[in-house]
């Protein structure tokens, strides 16, 4: 079955400083897709990535970065020079490519991100 | 474009009270997916749609039905509320399995 783990429940930062925030996941199919939402405080989830499991380049999107290591079963997201816009709770979220998977997105627990002022 | 709604955004219910939730999106999408998030514990599935007619259980479907008369529409119903379905729900929706999910905005359902 699939899972996926994100064992940092709260993060907490001053503006400016680097964080990054884990992602651990567990699969047997050898094609899955991993996603990052963002959950404002507003309340919707905010897409900010989609990876295939055969893509492992590190992706990187302005202040945002991701790196994939299949080796070690991680897709951890770095932002670099934190804002305070970046508080928000951050999900990491996995479908296998399996034929009865139909699209399911298995989610981790979330990670709160606070960054102070 | 409205992407994807969902009604009402707030609801609060008795204990054995029903309800229906709408969710409704105007992309053409074949798939559609109910979660409901709970604190500390994510996002998880409820039911599932991959199109017009069919539905499917999810990780947590127990207490909870669905319908897809039409495609654009997930109805989620709730029979019979409990305290233990307080929770936000999400319905999101995609052009097919694997594709990007889109969300709709949630309910936030409180049971008393």
């Known amino acids: 079955a699939q899972k996926v783990t994100q ?8 503006e400016k400083e680097d964080v990054t925030l884990d992602c651990v996941y567990e699969t ?17 989830l905010v897409f900010l990535i989609r990876r295939n499991s055969f ?19 991680s897709f951890n997201f770095t932002i670099t020079a934190s804002q305070v816009v970046d508080s928000a709770v951050y999900f990491c979220a996995l479908s296998e490519a399996g034929g009865t998977s139909y699209g399911k997105l298995t989610f981790g627990q979330g990670t709160i991100l606070t960054v102070h002022p | 474009n409205a992407g994807v709604t969902q009604t009402p955004k707030f609801r609060v219910l008795k204990t054995g009270q029903s309800m229906t939730l709408l969710c409704a999106q105007d992309m053409n999408h074949e798939y559609m997916y109910w979660y409901r998030q709970d604190p500390g514990m994510g996002l998880r599935l409820i039911h599932y749609s991959v199109g017009e007619g069919t539905t499917a259980k999810g990780e947590v479907p127990d207490g909870y039905n669905v319908s897809r008369l039409k495609k654009q529409n997930f109805l989620l119903g709730l029979e019979s509320a409990a305290p233990s379905q307080t929770s936000v729900y999400f319905c999101a929706s ?4 694997h594709r990007l999910q889109y969300f709709g905005p949630g309910t936030r359902l409180t049971v008393t």
């Open chain 1, 7 to 14: 064992a940092q429940t709260e993060i907490s930062v001053v």
């Open chain 1, 28 to 44: 047997r199919d050898t094609t899955y897709y991993l996603f990052w939402y963002k959950q404002p405080p507003s309340g919707e």
């Open chain 1, 55 to 73: 893509d492992e380049q590190n992706e990187i999107s302005g202040r945002y970065s991701w790196n994939f290591q299949k080796s070690t079963s």
């Open chain 2, 94 to 97: 995609s052009l097919r399995a």
